[in-house]
């Protein structure tokens, strides 16, 4: 439903991570008067990388972190560029940077500032601002269609000073992420156990770990690849995981390193530094390092209880990931959903909450969103999924359901092979898949559809 007035919204936008960079764009393009708040110095959000963590509490339980991104040192991507970048902006190789098909984090960072300085949102962004609360000015009707919001803000200044911050935007849109703030399991024995225990949210280099008896929690994708990076210099490792029946090329890993070795869950700490496991065996451990993921949490919004987060997984009530119903369209998220595509699904919401904002669009009644959210929530608990995994998508026909409610394309065909033959590479090599090249027809199939161009061969570096 289209509406014949056009309305010019003022916004703001927290996080200028990849989530709120687009966000800014679209809302900008709509017409609306945008200002990003962003608590760190530079663009980038996960993707700024920040080698100092001394400063952080190492499981992280803080409310306010210290350190924002989670990104360790070696961290290379694990889909590869080409279905990366957002759908008018491909992630490009660029000459005298990190040309690799899965380069490094930094890359992607540097693809994120080319984005920004290409469409011109720096002068949109204040930097150096976190933002400490956000609240409707009048919440006695929820349902009013001009809600204000109070945002409050505490921005650094040049002197080293702080300068708080109040100001009334019509709408808000909350961009912060969902991989800074650690979720950590709860272990008998785990409060007592006197050695160092930490979250990989702060882990960043193998060095401080040398020699040592390394137990690592968690046998997801970053369970795996800092454990790989750990057995070339830790005594030995042990991966815990949930499940002992793991990938062939987590196999092939384990088969080739004497020091590295599988283990079941974690039964109990005991205060001597033995580590027991659920099997009845133990290792006495240097260090235990929870690769155990992240959970949702704004601790600066104060919606009266009209969106909560539930089991660190599930928040709610969101109609399509996006919109609380009770208060949509003027608090949305972008970059909720996990387990996607995720720039041109961030693109997507962004393009349906501009103008949702102006009009151009309608949202159904809250009581269709309602019903929509519980039917969605039924079949995920029907299906076994835990509450913590409400957002895991994995889903490329929802994704493109998701882009007609705004007429956004769906994802290409190509983008979608590219990363289910990225998914099966890493399932069977583990340690050489990224820089295996053995989808060249699929990769044809990008170039020729896009204005990608492939170093081999063609050396154009095309910005």
């Known amino acids: 439903m289209v509406s014949e007035l056009s309305l010019s919204k003022n916004v703001c936008v927290i996080g200028a991570g990849p989530s709120g960079l687009v966000a800014a764009r679209e809302l900008r393009k709509e017409g609306h008067k945008v200002v990003v708040l962003e608590q760190k110095h530079d663009v980038g959000g996960q993707w700024l990388y920040e080698p100092n ?17 989670s990104i360790y040192a070696s961290l290379r991507l694990i889909s590869p560029r080409e279905i990366m970048g957002y759908t008018d902006f491909p992630f490009l190789m660029k000459k005298g940077r990190d040309t690799r098909r899965f380069p490094g984090h930094r890359e992607l960072w540097l693809y994120l500032k080319d984005f920004c300085h290409h469409f011109g949102l720096r002068e949109m962004i ?18 009013k269609q001009d809600l204000k919001w109070l945002v409050k803000s ?16 019509d709408a808000v849109v909350v961009a912060t992420g969902h991989y800074s703030h650690p979720l950590t399991p709860t272990i008998k024995g785990m409060d007592t156990w006197k050695r160092k225990q930490m979250h990989s949210h702060i882990y960043r280099v193998p060095e401080p770990f040398r020699n040592e008896v390394v137990v690592v929690v968690g046998n997801s994708f970053s369970g795996q690849d800092i454990s790989m990076e750990l057995v070339k210099v830790a005594k030995e490792v042990h991966l815990s995981a949930k499940s002992l029946d793991i990938t062939l090329g987590l196999s092939k890993v384990i088969s080739k390193r004497e020091n590295l070795h599988l283990r079941p869950q974690i039964e109990s700490l ?9 099997d009845g065996s133990q290792v006495t ?16 919004l104060d919606t009266k209880g009209m969106v909560s987060v539930e089991d660190g997984g599930r928040v709610g009530p969101l109609y399509e990931h996006t919109f609380p119903p009770s208060l949509a ?7 909720i959903p996990r387990k996607i595509i995720g720039f041109p699904f961030f693109e997507s919401q962004a393009k349906w909450i501009a103008q949702l904002l102006s009009g151009k669009r309608r949202l159904p009644s809250w009581d269709d969103m ?3 959210i519980k039917e969605f929530h039924q ?5 076994g999924v835990p509450k913590h995994k409400t957002h895991d998508i994995a889903d490329f026909e929802y994704c493109d359901r998701y882009a007609d409610h705004v007429g956004f394309p769906h994802l290409e065909e190509w983008r979608k092979q590219l990363c289910l033959s990225a998914i099966v590479n890493a399932d069977a090599n583990l340690e050489t898949y990224r820089d295996s090249l053995d989808d060249h027809d699929l990769l044809q199939e990008a170039f020729q559809s896009t204005h990608f161009t492939p170093l081999l061969g063609v050396p154009d570096f095309t910005v």
């Open 270 to 278: 005991e205060q001597d530094g033995r580590v027991v496991f659920a």
């Open 379 to 383: 079949s995920r608990d029907a299906a």
């Open 329 to 335: 369209p003027s608090l949305s998220f972008v970059g």
């Open 370 to 372: 309602m019903l929509a």
């Open 154 to 169: 505490r921005a650094e200044e040049n002197n080293g000073n702080y300068k708080e911050v109040e100001e009334v935007f």
């Open 53 to 69: 963590v001394e400063k952080e509490d190492l499981l992280g339980r803080n409310k306010f972190l210290e350190v924002h991104s």
């Open 285 to 300: 451990a240097d260090t235990i390092l929870y690769c155990t993921g992240y959970t949702y949490t704004f601790p600066f």
């Open 126 to 143: 204040r930097f150096n601002t976190r933002v400490e609360y956000v609240g409707m000015l009048d919440y006695g009707d929820q349902f």
